[in-house]
């Protein structure tokens, strides 16, 4: 067993010779994994005969137990070898006469190939070795040989080298009979059934993960988790990432849509999206087109999950996550070597096209400089570019694998570089550079990085690299940098690559969009929505990039007069001198849009500037002060524009940033505003109409542009291809879209638009002659042939080692049953303690019982089986570590839940857990924690502790008592149970936040622990209780949480 590296790298690959492998290839040998045990052995144990390489476990211990039950193996000896290269100089005598005796055996392939080492093994081990990330090479089986042919069996996942003649072609193998074999040169073909995976492997063939297939990758890694030594090595190093890595792996158990949306359905239940999001990251590894056909099946849901806002709190903790394979890291390290570290990752992640260069139609990129509204974030931004790419795939069709997020990493600020003040880069989970970023003041007088700029700057060299390995038409998309840079960036080479900046451009057309939108709901006959933009005043509120490039869209391409463009910084409005000497700009950017002489009135107020400009439109995108368009505001904007009515606009992220939300501004004007934001709101309700914010989101111009600009191959992209997106999505507004007061499209649509923003790219690339092929000359021509072109879940593409994991667990050989290799858990069982039915909630009661209430409903038995896989501790220790990873994510909802669940597996391990970190669990159990869990209690499964009382019990509460006494209590003496305190409630008052019934059995259960971690007392003579006598509506509760009328209501 050896490492990838070796057969990826030439003169192997290009040799004709099966088994040839290069002297400087050979490796140290690495233990093969199985079910996230290792089975360790010394090297020279593969000279031993009949073992297993890397085990010293004898092939006569057909049955093993490693951890957890493995299914009895069946062993052949003969069906497979497997190589073993190590640099060990001890163990090389021993293994090189072994060698000699495997290379006397009837292995024709390798005969006469340097072979250090070869041990026989048993079939299925090449299935074990490809899911650890291994490869095994296999050598031909004792059967009788004829004069063979290679081919070469290939999907993305893995390569096989087949020696077969004509007549030993085995029929379980998905291989044409009619396969070509030309002058004896391997041939590509496909597998498509899982199970070809053991077929190969037991009938002697090599199953090797080659290039395209998930290789190792070293220098395409950020540098601390490089310097760990890999990504496996990275997850084991610390305890929070191993235990996750498992706990989210147990959660994600999907194999079809379906059952992925009722796993993620359960996880969003109850709220905090960022355990969702990391839920769909695994899912992702796992089955990638299961993935991206979930995403699909509800994007309206789904899409502000796996990008904003939830992306914005996954970049602050991206590193807290287990690290996975898909993202390349460029480091500052690495100048001079791109190229090098772009041909490791696609050698790994992607495959090759006819001419064999490597396929890559897409790239987006970003030095988490300036990720969203939040500030650097470093290399821990690789969430955006991951998210921006599944968007592609998503809403336009763009084949996810054939694109790349990168990272280049150049240094990240300490906290004070972000807006939360996170302690990122100095986190010991931070995956890059751990050194500041080097800047310069630049001539307009702007911090920009240095490593950017020059002869040698680190962009220039990395977007060249980009085109020199996948061709000068690969879109190479900025996203995120610092607006100092991002300016200069796109000007320097816009006219060099097929490239664009998202949050300049992108961003600037998705407003753009959004203005005729509203155009189009003030004037549903209008047919020149451009043209009608030359008609408004617009005020934008900020001089960011996002607003800045909004400006010179509207400018440049939409015709709006400068006189009509206001825009204001920290100072005001900006303006300046008519010689440009003096003003309020700080830079170019802003000097280029800055009013023309010094404001008459108080240009630092919001509503005096209103009432002086007269805008029909305010845009805000200021990031740091939410809330800044107050009432004063709102009146000011609806008094100046008389009948019409007018636009708002807060596109700050996330949510807790927006200048003013959606409830405020419709029923601070009376509906009268026509409202959208950066992050989505929930429908208003204001005299007796429904209004729908839109949501001002970049997801409905650049999948649908950089589909456009791929499927004509586009040779650059000017700013008129925005301006037409931007029309195009307006256009794509529907009657439904319309009554609701949207001003864009329902985002359940989002695919389709993203096929009218191509069609219409597509068109106009033509038009301007930078198009390379046509695809048609009308609309419909054009939009047919796009449909045609986009990819869905199903299309071939590479799996994830995870998924051939999965593969190999799933698949049976004759030789060895695999099965399922380990065991599941069995969940937590109460039928062994005595009914109950009188002192369970009215609701559980009807359902029949505890079990029945909890499976009868998907998200209830969903998260019984998740929390009963995160939950597997047996001592406080093996606890403590699980609550902590838990707890590494933040939101402690699913550290209360993970608490319960142990409560009901282990009370004793609970209360132990408890007291050997009573500062850091108390919280957790009980206040501040408490109080959401209460507003949740019925989302999570229901659990026996807590006892209830009904009013319908009246007069036979005695008796309820006595039962839950029976089921729950110790015994006493004469058989009494021991109870020495109830601690009881009606919800009507649980903390601050009102009522909230029967959930709120949260706070007696809480305040019962508390008496035994600080005071001593016997947690099972004692009785949480909850007099249910009703619950008031969701006026009833702070937080306006719809309790009482919720289907889970108990």
């Not at 007549?167 to 002058?183: G, H, V």
């Not at 995403?295 to 996550?321: D, M, N, S, W």
């Not at 702007?446 to 020059?454: I, Q």
Request: with cysteine; aromatic share 6%.
């Amino acid at each position: 067993v050896f490492d990838r590296a070796a057969l990826s790298a030439p003169p192997y690959r290009s040799s004709a010779r099966a088994g040839a492998c290069p002297a400087d290839a050979c490796l140290r040998l690495r233990p093969v994994r199985l079910s996230g045990r290792a089975w360790r052995g010394e090297p020279d144990t593969c000279a031993q005969p009949g073992a297993l390489v890397g085990s010293g476990v004898p092939f006569s211990s057909c049955s093993k137990r490693i951890g957890q039950r493995i299914s009895t193996l069946h062993i052949r000896k003969t069906s497979m070898a497997a190589l073993g290269f190590v640099n060990s100089s001890p163990a090389i005598g021993s293994l090189r006469e072994s060698a000699s005796a495997v290379a006397q055996t009837n292995t024709a392939p390798f005969a006469g190939a340097d072979v250090p080492v070869g041990t026989s093994c048993f079939s299925s081990l090449g299935a074990i070795c490809a899911a650890s990330g291994l490869a095994a090479v296999g050598l031909a089986s004792g059967k009788k040989q004829r004069k063979a042919k290679t081919t070469v069996v290939s999907t993305r996942q893995f390569v096989a080298r087949h020696a077969l003649d004509q007549s030993s072609r085995d029929e379980d193998l998905s291989l044409d009979e009619d396969t070509p074999i030309k002058n004896g040169k391997p041939v590509l073909v496909e597998l498509e059934d899982p199970s070809d995976l053991l077929a190969c492997s037991r009938r002697g063939l090599a199953v090797v993960q080659g290039a395209a297939a998930g290789a190792p990758r070293m220098r395409s890694l950020p540098t601390s988790v490089r310097n760990s030594g890999g990504i496996d090595q990275w997850n084991m190093k610390h305890a929070d990432l191993k235990r996750l890595k498992v706990m989210l792996d147990g959660m994600c158990l999907a194999t079809t849509v379906d059952e992925a949306l009722e796993e993620v359905h359960a996880i969003m239940s109850l709220g905090r999206n960022f355990w969702a999001y990391a839920y769909m990251r695994t899912l992702y590894s796992k089955k990638p087109d299961v993935y991206y056909g979930t995403l699909l099946a509800k994007p309206a849901t789904l899409l502000p999950v796996v990008y904003t806002p939830t992306v914005g709190e996954a970049c602050q903790k991206f590193g807290k996550l287990p690290f996975q394979r898909r993202g390349c890291y460029i480091s500052l390290n690495e100048r001079g070597n791109i190229k090098s570290v772009l041909e490791e990752y696609a050698a790994a992640e992607l495959t090759q096209g006819p001419d064999g260069r490597y396929l890559c139609d897409c790239i987006v990129f970003s030095d988490g400089g300036r990720i969203l509204g939040l500030g650097d974030l470093g290399t821990w931004g690789m969430g955006i570019p991951i998210g921006k790419l599944d968007l592609y795939a998503a809403c336009a069709g763009v084949n996810p694998h054939r694109t790349i997020p990168v990272i280049i990493d150049v240094g990240c600020s300490d906290a004070a570089g972000n807006s939360d003040k996170v302690v990122v880069r100095d986190n010991e989970l931070y995956t890059g550079m751990k050194q500041d970023r080097k800047k310069h003041t630049s001539e307009a007088g702007t911090s920009v990085n240095s490593e950017y700029y020059g002869k040698d700057s680190l962009i220039g060299e990395f977007m060249q690299a980009a085109a020199d390995v996948f061709g000068k038409r690969c879109l190479l998309q900025f996203e995120d940098f610092n607006s100092n840079d991002a300016f200069p960036l796109l000007a320097e080479y816009r006219d060099k690559f097929l490239t664009y900046n998202d949050d300049i451009q992108g961003t600037a057309a998705v407003a753009v969009a959004a203005l005729m939108g509203a155009i189009k709901l003030r004037k549903p006959k209008c047919t020149d929505l451009v043209g009608e933009l030359g008609s408004q005043t617009f005020l934008f509120h900020g001089a960011g990039s996002a607003n800045l490039g909004t400006l010179k869209l509207l400018s440049r391409e939409a015709g709006v007069s400068k006189s009509k463009l206001f825009v204001t910084n920290s100072r005001g409005v900006i303006w300046r001198s008519e010689d440009g000497k003096e003003g309020s700009f700080r830079n170019g950017e802003q000097k280029g849009f800055a009013q023309v002489g010094k404001p008459t009135y108080d240009a630092s107020k919001l509503e005096d500037t209103i009432e002086h400009i007269k805008p029909s439109c305010i845009i805000g995108a200021v990031g740091v002060v939410p809330g800044c368009f107050d009432e004063k505001v709102v009146d000011a904007l609806v008094r100046v524009n008389g009948s019409e009515r007018p636009s708002m606009f807060a596109l700050s992220n996330p949510k807790d940033r927006a200048e003013i939300t959606a409830r405020d501004a419709y029923t601070w004007s009376n509906g009268r505003v026509i409202y959208c934001s950066g992050t989505a709101f929930e429908p208003v309700e204001v005299a007796g109409k429904t209004f729908a914010p839109g949501q001002v989101n970049n997801v409905y111009i650049f999948p649908g542009m950089s589909f456009g600009v791929i499927a004509c191959q586009a040779c650059s992209i000017p700013e008129r291809f925005f301006i037409v997106a931007a029309e195009a999505v307006a256009n794509s507004l529907d009657e439904a879209d319309m009554r609701s007061d949207r001003i864009l499209p329902h985002p359940d649509r989002l695919r389709e638009v993203g096929l009218n923003v191509a069609t219409a790219v597509v068109l106009e690339a033509q038009t301007l002659g930078l198009a390379a092929c046509s695809l048609g000359q009308k609309w419909e021509e054009v939009r047919t042939a796009l449909r045609s072109r986009m990819w869905a879940p199903g299309s071939p593409s590479p799996s994830s080692s995870s998924q051939l994991a999965g593969m190999c667990c799933a698949a049976r050989s004759d030789d060895a049953e695999i099965g399922n290799l380990v065991q599941p858990h069995a969940v937590f069982s109460t039928d062994s303690q005595a009914d109950r039915m009188l002192s369970l909630p009215a609701t559980v009661a009807d359902a029949g019982d505890i079990s029945r209430w909890n499976s009868d409903n998907s998200d209830l038995c969903k998260l019984l089986r998740m929390l009963d896989t995160m939950c597997t501790a047996t001592t406080v220790q093996e606890a403590l570590e699980e609550v902590r990873a838990v707890m590494s994510l933040g939101k402690n909802i699913w550290a209360y839940a993970y608490m319960r669940t142990l409560y009901t597996k282990n009370s004793e391990v609970y209360y132990g857990t408890l007291l050997a970190k009573p500062a850091m669990l108390l919280p957790v159990v009980y206040t501040p924690t408490v109080g959401e869990a209460c507003q949740k209690f019925g989302k999570l499964p229901l659990q026996r502790r807590g006892c209830y009382i009904s009013l319908k019990d009246l007069g036979n509460v005695k008796s309820v008592l006595e039962e839950y006494a029976a089921s729950e209590l110790q015994h006493g003496p004469n058989d009494i149970r021991l109870c020495d305190c109830i601690v009881f409630s009606d919800g009507g008052r649980i903390l601050g936040l009102g009522d909230l019934g029967a959930w709120g059995m949260g706070i007696p259960i809480g305040k019962l622990d508390l008496y035994a971690v600080c005071a001593g007392v016997n947690p099972h003579r004692t009785m949480p209780v909850i007099i249910d006598v009703g619950c008031s509506d969701a006026a009833g509760n702070s937080d306006k949480v719809v309790i009482r009328d919720h289907e889970l209501y108990t």
